[in-house]
């Protein structure tokens, strides 16, 4: 049996709100509005409050009172539409409008068909409308991609045994483990520092706020493989990288891959040069647009290919890995919520394809059951970006610089896949138009 999306979800009026909120907090993430500075007091206070009403309505738990929730915004987007429209753009340069509702008025009408409310978790997550048939498809298509590319590299590293029967035994392999959190610990600093040693041949600039690789002191802790917490405000700021404090739950030969992707030029480059480098109000620094972060994230561990990071046959092994852990996350999400997959059924979906210790997997099985349509936004941000980047190499030629590239992403901080698409075709455009020196 499918597991159901939170129900006050279902209450027309509060989609709606939800929908139109939804559609300011994206449209405000606009190149204008990034820059927008920390004097415009008046935006920023309702901008503040819009983003507290939007985290109430679509909480965990639910609003309290969801009719009352929905009355301020309405209030809060009313008085936001009074505040001269000047104060709100980038001295004329930019013709970007923090009263443009289009996005938003595009998903009330949407509502008017009725989205299910996993397709409305798609679309909170994602920024755009989903089809949960098309997502399955395409990740049954990236996963036997990627099972094929496996069984290739498996079949040069033992060319006896099948790529079953290898996912089995890498599994169970203790060589491929750290014996011990200090030996983990080890072998992560050490996988950090070389990753970071060629990070200037990919960035023009590096954030100036580092970061710790820890195991948590608490066994009771999240029990992920891995997790990033962003860097606080002040002279002493750092990020941390948290690894399970199990061994046993974090195969070495992920590392290199999942490093790539918490650490540098992952989460913590990401967020750490967003908080140094853009001078804008602090809901647009710490606005989490999963499929922004979390593309970002993913398209970060491809970077390694760039780097020379995956030398080693089982490093390669643990990319792919990596990888398709995502590409699975696409149907398994759509299977429990779209197309009655049962927990059990999702979980040997994933052993089947992957050398993910068994608690991993079932781990990943809770996550997605309690939070519709995020894992879902991985893949969909990360194929944003290659094809941005594919885009920019094609029309540039020679002249395509990727460190120009990575600067393009970034300098906005999170924002949705339309904006940035907006946002790289106008970069491509200004370097076409360039006259040669």
């Not at 069984?151 to 011990?180: C, H, P, Q, W």
């Amino acid at each position: 049996m499918g597991l159901a999306t939170p129900q006050f979800h279902r209450s027309r009026e509060i989609r709606l709100a939800v929908a139109l909120c939804l559609g300011l907090c994206l449209d405000t993430t606009a190149p204008a509005v990034a820059s927008l500075p920390q004097t415009d007091s008046a935006a920023t206070e309702h901008l503040d409050r819009m983003t507290r009403v939007y985290g109430g309505l679509v909480g965990d738990s639910g609003p309290e009172d969801p009719s009352a929730l929905a009355g301020e915004f309405i209030l809060v987007a009313s008085e936001l539409a009074q505040l001269d429209r000047s104060a709100l753009s980038v001295a004329g340069r930019i013709d970007y409008d923090i009263l443009d509702w289009r996005l938003g008025l595009g998903i009330a009408a949407e509502m008017e068909e009725e989205l299910t409310p996993y397709e409305l978790e798609l679309l909170r997550h994602t920024g755009e409308r989903q089809d949960p048939e098309e997502l399955h498809s395409f990740g049954l298509r990236e996963v036997e991609r990627l099972r094929g590319e496996m069984a290739a590299l498996v079949a040069r590293y033992d060319a006896d045994v099948d790529l079953g029967e290898f996912l089995d035994a890498a599994r169970a392999d203790d060589r491929l483990y750290a014996g011990s959190q200090q030996e983990l610990l080890r072998h992560a600093r050490s996988t950090a520092a070389q990753i970071r040693s060629g990070l200037s041949e990919l960035f023009h600039e590096e954030p100036d706020t580092g970061f710790q690789i820890v195991t948590p002191g608490d066994r009771r802790s999240p029990r992920y493989m891995a997790w990033y917490q962003g860097p606080g405000r002040g002279r002493n700021a750092r990020g941390y990288v948290v690894l399970n404090p199990d061994p046993d739950q974090v195969p070495l030969f992920v590392l290199d891959a999942l490093l790539l992707h918490e650490a540098e030029p992952g989460h913590h480059f990401q967020m750490a040069w967003t908080t140094e480098t853009i001078v804008t109000p602090s809901w647009r620094r710490d606005l989490m647009l999963t499929v922004y972060v979390e593309g970002w994230g993913l398209y970060a561990e491809s970077l390694g290919t760039d780097l020379g990071v995956y030398r080693h046959p089982m490093s390669e092994f643990g990319r792919l890995n990596l990888e398709m852990w995502r590409a699975i996350r696409l149907v398994v999400d759509t299977g429990l919520h779209a197309f009655e997959w049962s927990p059990r059924r999702a979980a040997q979906f994933f052993a089947d394809h992957t050398a993910l210790p068994r608690e991993q997997i079932n781990i990943e099985i809770e996550r997605y059951a309690g939070n519709p349509g995020q894992a879902v936004a991985y893949k969909i941000g990360e194929q944003r970006i290659l094809a941005m980047r594919a885009r920019a190499e094609l029309a540039l030629g020679p002249a395509f610089d990727l460190r120009d590239f990575h600067r393009v992403v970034l300098r906005h901080g999170p924002v949705p896949m339309t904006t940035l698409d907006e946002i790289v075709d106008a970069w491509i455009e200004s370097e076409l138009t360039v006259p040669d020196a």
